[in-house]
C-alpha cells in the first residue's frame, strides 16, 4: 500500500489466490461426500464471505493505511468484546451474573472495552524515535498533513478497525450456524473465498476502472534492504 497499491484491489488478489487454492483441495477432498448446495447455505455462505473475507479485510487494510500496524493489532483485542456482547444479546450465551463465571466474563470484557478506548484517545509521548514520532499519524503513501487532517485521518483508521471487529464478531456467530449446517471444512472455506473475491473484484471494477490500477508495477516491496546483496 506504501507503493499506491489500492486496498480494494489488494483484497481481490487475495481472495482470488485463495479461492484457487482452496478450490482444488475441496473437490478431491470433499467433492463426493458434500450434499448439494441450497438456497439456505447458499445465503449463509455468501453472508459469511461478506462479513469474513471481503469487508473485513479491506477495513483492516484501510486501517493499517491510515493509522499504525501495532494500533491495529493492538485494538483488534476488542474482537472478542464484541464476540461476546453479541452472543449475549442473541442468546447464544447466556450470561449469570451471580455466579464467578459470569462476573469474570463482564470484568474481563469492561477491561478489554476500556483499555480499548484508552488506545483510541491516548496517544501519549514517543519513547523511541521522539524526532519522527509525527510521522505515525499519517498516511505512508501520502504527504505530511496538519494536525487537524492527522486526526482525522487516524479517526478514520480506528472506525475502520472497529468496523472490522464488529464483521469479525459477526461472523463468528454465523460460523457457529454454518458448522452445524454444513459441516465441510475445505468446501466452506472455498466457497467462501469464491464469493468475497467475485463481491470485491465486482465493487473494485465499479471504483477501479483504470487497468493500471489492477496492475503490480512497484517492485521496491521485494527489493532487499542491503545494497550488497542486490
Known sequence: ?????????????????????????????????????????????FVSAALGAAMRQYMVFVGLRYTTATFVSAFSNIAPVLTFVLAVATRAESLHLRSATGAAKLAGTLVSLAGAMLLTFYRGVALTHPNSAHQLHRSPSSPLSPGADSGRRWTLGTVAILGNCV?????????????????????????????SFLQVAVVGLCVKRNLAAWIITNKAWWRPACPSCC
Open 1 to 45: 500500500m506504501a507503493g499506491g497499491l489500492d486496498p480494494l484491489v489488494l483484497v481481490t488478489l487475495q481472495q482470488l489466490a485463495a479461492a484457487i487454492f482452496l478450490g482444488p483441495i475441496a473437490h478431491f477432498t470433499e467433492g463426493k461426500s458434500r450434499p448439494k448446495m441450497t438456497l439456505e447455505i447458499f445465503a449463509y455462505l
Open 167 to 195: 464483521c469479525l464478531a459477526c461472523w463468528y456467530l454465523l460460523q457457529g450456524r454454518i458448522a452445524r449446517k454444513y459441516p465441510y471444512v475445505y468446501s466452506c472455506n472455498a466457497f467462501l473465498s469464491t464469493f
